[in-house]
Nanobody
Framework: VQLQASGGGLVQAGGSLTLSCAASGRPLSNYRVGWFRQTPGKEREFVAHIAWSGGSTYYADSVKGRFTISRDNAKNTVSLQMNSLKPEDTAVYYC?????????????????WGQGTLVTVSS
């Protein structure tokens, strides 16, 4: 499966953005999908995860209550709605997919990655 992340941009603190991850090649419904983010010099960090059906989600503590992950398997997309953005949310955001029966917050457990989209939150 090939993944394409989009929707990043520049936003003021307190604002909102919605990232989208579009899949091609195979039905995204077969995969668990995660969003990660990375800033220069730091490890890639888990943000959110969603199971195949969308019924199970979980989030990093740093974004819980502000970000919402969702999926539309008919459109082969996963979205990340980001509200109440903070300057510390500034990063390149990546979507990733894995074929597994279990959830994971570890980047090494994901087999397929999109190219990343930059989110910049100004103070």
């Amino acid at each position: 499966v090939q993944l394409q992340a989009s929707g990043g941009g520049l936003v003021q603190a307190g604002g909102s953005l919605t990232l989208s991850c579009a899949a091609s090649g195979r039905p995204l419904s077969n995969y668990r999908v995660g969003w990660f983010r990375q800033t220069p010099g730091k490890e890639r960090e888990f943000v959110a995860h969603i199971a195949w059906s969308g019924g199970s989600t979980y989030y990093a503590d740093s974004v819980k209550g502000r970000f919402t992950i969702s999926r539309d398997n008919a459109k082969n997309t996963v979205s990340l709605q980001m509200n109440s953005l903070k300057p510390e949310d500034t990063a390149v955001y990546y979507c990733a997919a894995r074929l597994s029966v279990t959830a994971s917050s570890s980047p090494s457990d994901y087999n397929y990655w999109g190219q990343g989209t930059l989110v910049t939150v100004s103070s």
